[in-house]
């Protein structure tokens, strides 16, 4: 068995492949419990779901697991991962757990915890838990059998979440009369995206809301914003807004149909809470992949860029460090600290909705503050994940990009933390060099690593 479950954004694979498996996933409930239990209280767990088939195999066996260790659980059934980072901190529960492979097809499941605060896990609890689950012969410390956890669902999570997306906004924010269209994905906000919304007043036009177990994120939500930009041109409709599987990343469509990303959603929402005097130190938290127009922007306003390793958990972690109140990434995880722990797509969407109405200005207006440097982002798919630095071709070909660069771009080279993929991203202000650059790099990286 491998010595690491997970990755980037908790553990993450095929289902019915190791490490999603029943067994895993029963020893990461009976890990987690053991972990977590401190003393001799009732201890809860609150555990959430996409809208995957599998999903029910993963939630029995981590129930079962959490139950055997004492501990109550509290189904909440379909759920965006954000929904139960708060339900974890609104219900005082010791753990948060989410059955979920975000923007992954069907086929896939993954499993993330988050803790008591609503923040997701450390590397370091996560290698402990890991070594329990792995280890032969851990001793998981039952309790008696009068001791056990139960089960049992509870009904108004939905409610509870929508009141506090409200209570993000002032009161006077009503969104009657505006016409949005929404993609959910098939995935976990189904249900509560498109009732918030409505609730607020809008006329909401559905896409992604009749999910079957096997058509999440099938050409649909945050990874097809094409569909979404043909229904708002379609039906004249203000702003388009994607969502992913489990609904912590956004992705959103002007309306004249552009797609604009988590870059320049960030740059809208940074120079808002700057005016406002809302942004400390007018520091921006972003990861390495976010354009290097950013950077530029954030330095023009009058403040800084600071960048983390990909994964809206390094995200949140440098926030809490800096004092900050917004971060995020390019592929549509935003954060806003204030409100919430962890990305949430209808959160940032509500944001940007304020700000459109406060200011009285269409998105395609708002969002010329940010013009992105021409970037390729390219997926290579690798039998190893040898340090790049441990290959001499890939090494001599990243130096000679930079060089042809001039420092007038960049080039990222990492893989996935949960596909077997290497990522190769190269930008900069010359379009037809960056195009160049980037063949050059992923023929080196495929010829390397494959």
């Not at 004249?256 to 005016?275: H, P, R, S």
């Not at 950013?294 to 972690?317: I, N, Q, S």
């Not at 790049?388 to 000679?400: G, H, S, T, W, Y």
């Amino acid at each position: 068995m491998a010595k690491k479950l997970f990755g980037t954004d908790g553990m993450r694979g095929t289902v019915n492949t190791y490490p999603m498996v029943p067994e895993i996933a029963l020893r990461l409930g009976l890990a987690a419990g053991k972990y977590f239990r401190n003393g001799s209280r009732r201890h809860k767990v609150v555990i959430g779901k996409d809208t995957r088939l599998s999903g029910y195999v993963f939630e029995t066996a981590l129930t079962s697991g959490l139950c055997a260790s004492g501990m109550h659980v509290m189904l909440v059934g379909p759920m965006p991962t954000p929904a139960i980072s708060f339900l974890t901190r609104n219900m005082r529960a010791d753990i948060g757990i989410v059955i979920s492979a975000s923007h992954n097809p069907f086929q896939d499941n993954g499993i993330k915890f988050f803790d008591r605060n609503g923040f997701k896990l450390p590397d370091e609890v996560e290698e402990e838990i890991t070594a329990m689950v792995l280890a032969e012969g851990t001793d998981w410390d039952y309790p008696s059998s009068d001791k056990v956890g139960r089960a049992f669902k509870i009904e108004d999570s939905p409610g509870r979440y929508i009141v506090s997306l409200k209570n993000s906004l002032p009161q006077a924010v009503t969104l009657d009369g505006f016409r949005i269209v929404l993609d959910c994905a098939n995935g976990a906000t189904y249900k509560v995206a498109p009732l918030l919304f409505e609730e607020l007043g809008a006329e909401v036009i559905k896409l992604g809301v009749e999910p079957n177990g096997l058509n999440i994120n099938e050409k649909c939500g945050s990874l097809h914003p094409e569909v979404l930009a043909a229904k708002v041109r379609e039906t004249q409709s203000g702003i388009g807004l994607a969502l992913d599987g489990d609904g912590d990343r956004l992705i959103v469509v002007d309306e004249k149909g552009t797609v604009l990303d988590g870059d320049q959603i960030m740059a809208i929402c940074a120079k808002d809470l700057a005016e406002r005097g809302e942004l400390p130190g007018n520091l921006l938290v972003a990861t390495v992949m976010s354009n290097m127009a950013l950077e530029v922007f954030m330095r023009d306003l009058g403040g800084r860029l600071l960048r983390t390793p990909v994964g809206d958990r390094y995200v949140a972690e440098a926030l809490r460090r800096e004092s900050g109140v917004l971060g995020g990434e390019q592929s549509g995880h935003i954060i806003f600290s204030r409100y919430a722990t962890t990305g949430d797509g209808i959160l940032a969407a509500l944001q940007l909705l304020r700000i459109m109405q406060e200011r009285g200005k269409p998105l395609s207006e708002l969002a010329k503050l940010l013009e992105p440097y021409p970037q390729t982002l390219i997926n290579v798919r690798v039998v190893r994940k040898t340090p790049f630095e441990e290959v001499p071709a890939v090494q001599k070909a990243l130096v000679d990009a930079e060089q042809k660069l001039g420092g007038r771009g960049r080039v990222l080279l990492r893989y996935s933390g949960t596909e077997p993929l290497a990522r190769v991203m190269v930008e900069g202000e010359d379009k037809a060099l960056v195009k160049q650059l980037s063949e050059e790099l992923v023929g080196v990286v495929e010829a390397s690593l494959r």
